[in-house]
């Protein structure tokens, strides 16, 4: 229903997910026409063009896809303030986020976390490729044993303890 859209607006714009307020916004608008109140309308309106004028787009692509893409922006007041992602069955991602300096972070299970710092300005659209990797294999090294001369290696030392001998007296 429209009527709950103004709502779902609201609660974006305060998670920071802009350009998701931006969309319930517009649709809230057009789904209630003539039958929002003059003022709520006028508010809503207000809310719409400042959320519009502070968005930024970021598009993201993940390879491979099914990664989950984590939003950190630390604001100069208050709180750091974290936003998760799904994407799109492809690995893309388009969000519209709010300006500042933000770091995010790809993650997929198998995979090493991929992150992305950036300062995201109004009206500038951001771009980012992640391609996640497999975590390196480690092999483990043999320690090396030094072989004595009659081509035999020798027996691992040993490390004896004096015994003390009672004396009888």
């Known amino acids: 229903s429209w009527k709950i859209l103004g709502n779902l607006g609201i609660t974006a714009m305060k998670l920071e997910r802009d350009g998701e307020a931006v969309d319930a916004y517009q649709k809230y608008l057009d789904g209630g026409g003539s039958q929002i109140d003059p003022a709520e309308r006028a508010q809503m309106e207000r809310d719409l063009m400042t959320t519009k004028a502070g968005v930024v787009y970021v598009n993201i692509k993940v390879s491979p896809p099914g990664a989950i893409v984590v939003d950190e922006r630390q604001p100069l007041t208050g709180r750091l303030v974290t936003n998760r992602y799904e994407l799109a069955a492809d690995g893309t991602l388009r969000a519209g986020v709010r300006r500042g300096r933000h770091r995010v972070t790809a993650k997929l299970d198998g995979y090493e976390d991929q992150t992305w710092d950036f300062e995201a300005a109004p009206g500038a ?9 497999k975590p390196k294999a480690v092999v483990p090294v043999a320690p090396v044993v030094a072989q004595s001369g009659g081509g035999e290696a020798p027996s691992p030392q040993r490390t004896e303890r004096p015994v003390s001998t009672p004396v009888i007296i």
């Open 125 to 133: 659209e951001q771009t980012h490729v992640f391609t996640l990797e």
